[in-house]
Structures are given as C-alpha cells and as structure tokens.
Nanobody, 123 residues
Framework: QVQLVESGGGLVQAGGSLRLSCSVS????????MGWFRQAPGKEREWTAT????????YVADSVKGRFTVSRDRAKNTMYLQMNNLKPEDTAVYYC????????????????WGRGTRVTVSS
C-alpha cells in the first residue's frame, strides 16, 4: 500500500506561482512513477506531469510545458509540482497519484491517489 497526501494549493493571482507537494508513505519501493493530474469543474481528470521514482525522468503536458516543473526528493519521499506563470485556466483540484505499472499518462492505470489540493487562479 502507498499513501499520498497533497499540500500547497491555494488562491493566487494570474502570473503568480505555487508549489504543490505530495508526501508519500508506505511501499514506495513498488512505485514505478508518480504523477500529477488535475480536474477542473465539469471536466475530466487531466494528466499534467509525471516523474519516474527511481530515475527521475520527467514529463509534462503540452498545456503546461515551460510553466510547470515536476521533481521529487526520494530522501524526503516527496514529489513536487512547481507552477509558474499561472493562468485562470489552471484552476482545478490537483491530485497526485502513484503508478506501479502501466501508462504514466493514463489516469485509470494509476494505483493510488491522494485526496487532492485545490488551486484557484484569479484573473
């Protein structure tokens, strides 16, 4: 089992920055990668970023490329999402998730999920 807890969400003005954290506990040795997904009101959950747990290879969606950066600190068992130049369309609940095996961009392939942290970007 893997437990995930997100933090760092909040209200920010357009152009501002936030850093989300995802604290991981449990069987981290079983994880292949971790991802960030977001879900805006009335929309489907959208893949945002992924990082492989052991090697740190990172991938971000085109919609946030150049603005968002995913990283992880294995010593702290924490994954981060640095979000810069935020836009109102980034408003969503952001979830972190852990993948044992499967496609890192497919939400249904992820095995464990946090409860989410809300990000609101005002214009």
């Amino acid at each position: 089992q893997v437990q995930l807890v997100e933090s760092g969400g909040g209200l920010v003005q357009a152009g501002g920055s936030l850093r989300l954290s995802c604290s991981v506990s449990g069987r981290t040795d079983s994880m292949y990668s971790m991802g960030w997904f977001r879900q805006a009101p009335g929309k489907e959950r959208e893949w945002t970023a992924t990082i492989t747990w052991n090697f740190g290879s990172d991938y971000v969606a085109d919609s946030v490329k150049g603005r968002f950066t995913v990283s992880r600190d294995r010593a702290k068992n924490t994954m981060y999402l640095q979000m810069n130049n935020l836009k109102p369309e980034d408003t969503a609940v952001y979830y972190c998730a852990a993948l044992i095996s499967g496609n890192w961009y497919v939400a249904s392939d992820y095995d464990y999920w946090g409860r989410g942290t809300r990000v609101t970007v005002s214009s």
